[in-house]
């Protein structure tokens, strides 16, 4: 039986070249290890499809007392080493690094925030910016609050062009720290002004989940607790912490991935059809998932949830640290690199089907999966030898 491939609706137009409003962005930690890997190669590869519109400015700002060629140079150095469109265009490269510029600002000084708003306001004037701002914050997740506060002490929050904020996970450490976070970033900012990231959700593959279900109708019939055996999610790497120790410490793994990426992938897999392809519609079902999802209380916490560390050993020939060994680890952490829980969705379509979490750090492999198991045939008509090959009923 074969099934036709269907176009992936969250995915159309995504190849074109399309050309935003001009904006100064305001990137917090621009030296820091999200920055140089992720965020400034990215701006490379929209500058490499022109999708960056004229007059678009960088604006980096750190502790760092960086020169603006200083900071160029730092770029130039990330941009070579993690971007994803190899060669490197050079004029392109020079073009970009030109718009770029550095600020030193430190969170806790309101004065550091009006410099920065002086600046903001010569590059509208010398680049014709209509003053639209996106700030982006590559930051520890307890700065988030303070810069917040300083943006709007500053008068930052206000213009006569957009303002936008972006936040990345974790978005606070627990339900009363996320609540406080979002009363905060409402009194500043509105709520469509607010992009809170999960960057699973940009990958194409995670985007095809939805047009895989609703676009195939061969698999209605059979997405539901009679036929599924169960689902399992693996969100595994093969490295250590990289150096993140200071951030990693604060996090482990379910913060770091488990709260965030592996219930994005939950709710995609379990989420009904929504009633169209647009944010707010594909946010309610997920939504609706999640409320589903039965509580951990008393002794399901102990018989449904794993939590472990890495120790050191040998990993192709060569020594590695154990996690405790890793700079700016405590000696006495408590915080987990592997976590593994099982979850139900207690739903009319889910009822009794376990969902496996899987995440963590120096695992013999990197793989990130979603496994659906079917429910195995009332009678093995090969038999059990014939299906050593091949794994049954499964997705």
């Known amino acids: 039986m074969r099934v036709e491939e269907a176009p992936n609706p ?25 920055s140089g890997r992720k965020l400034l190669p990215a701006l490379y590869n929209l500058a490499k499809q022109r999708s960056l519109p004229a007059g678009f400015a960088v604006v980096g700002t750190g502790r760092d007392d960086l020169t603006d060629q200083a900071f160029r140079k730092h770029a130039s150095d990330k941009i070579h080493e993690f ?43 010398t680049r014709l910016i209509p003053g639209n701002r996106i700030f ?11 810069i917040t506060v300083q943006l709007q002490a500053a008068g930052l929050n206000t213009s006569p062009g957009f303002r936008r904020i972006v936040i990345e996970k974790p978005f606070g450490l627990d339900l009363k720290s996320a609540r406080e976070l979002t009363e905060t970033l409402h009194k500043v900012f509105s709520e469509d002004s607010v992009y809170r990231i999960d960057h699973y959700l940009g990958k194409e593959t995670v ?19 009679n036929l599924i055996d169960s689902v399992q999610i693996t969100a595994a790497e093969d490295i250590g912490i990289e150096n993140r120790g200071g951030y990693y410490d604060r996090t482990g793994a379910l913060r770091d991935i488990v709260q965030n990426h592996a219930m994005q992938l939950v709710s995609l897999t379990a989420m009904e059809p929504p009633l169209a392809f ?5 946010r309610d079902e997920k939504v609706k998932v999640l409320r589903a999802i039965r509580p951990l209380i008393g002794e399901d916490i102990e018989q449904s949830t794993v939590r472990a560390q890495y120790a050191k050993g040998w990993v192709l020939g060569e020594q590695v640290s154990g996690y405790r060994e890793e700079p700016d680890v405590a000696q ?32 013999p492999k990197r793989v990130t999966e979603i496994r659906i198991q079917f429910k195995k045939p009332p009678h093995l008509t090969f038999g059990r030898d014939a299906m050593k090959e091949v794994d049954p009923n499964a997705l």
């Not at 647009?278 to 594909?282: I, P």
């Open 10 to 34: 969250l995915a159309e137009g995504l190849h074109d070249y399309r050309v935003a409003d001009p904006a100064v962005m305001v990137i917090f930690g621009a030296t820091g290890d999200l």
């Open 83 to 125: 971007s994803r469109t190899q060669p490197i265009d050079d004029r392109v490269l020079a073009a970009l690094l030109d718009s770029l510029s550095f600020v030193k600002v430190d969170f806790s000084r309101l004065e550091d925030f009006k410099v920065l708003a002086t600046k903001l306001q010569a590059l509208d004037d």
């Open 136 to 146: 982006y914050c590559a930051t520890p997740p307890q700065t988030y609050e303070l």
């Open 207 to 225: 985007q095809n989940i939805l047009a895989f279900r609703f676009a195939n109708a061969i698999f209605e019939p059979v997405w539901n607790a």
């Open 278 to 282: 647009e944010a707010n519609a594909v």
């Open 332 to 363: 006495d952490s408590q915080t987990e690199t592997f976590a593994a829980l099982r979850l139900f969705v207690d739903n009319w379509r889910w009822a009794g089907v376990p969902f496996y979490i899987r995440a963590g750090k120096r695992l």
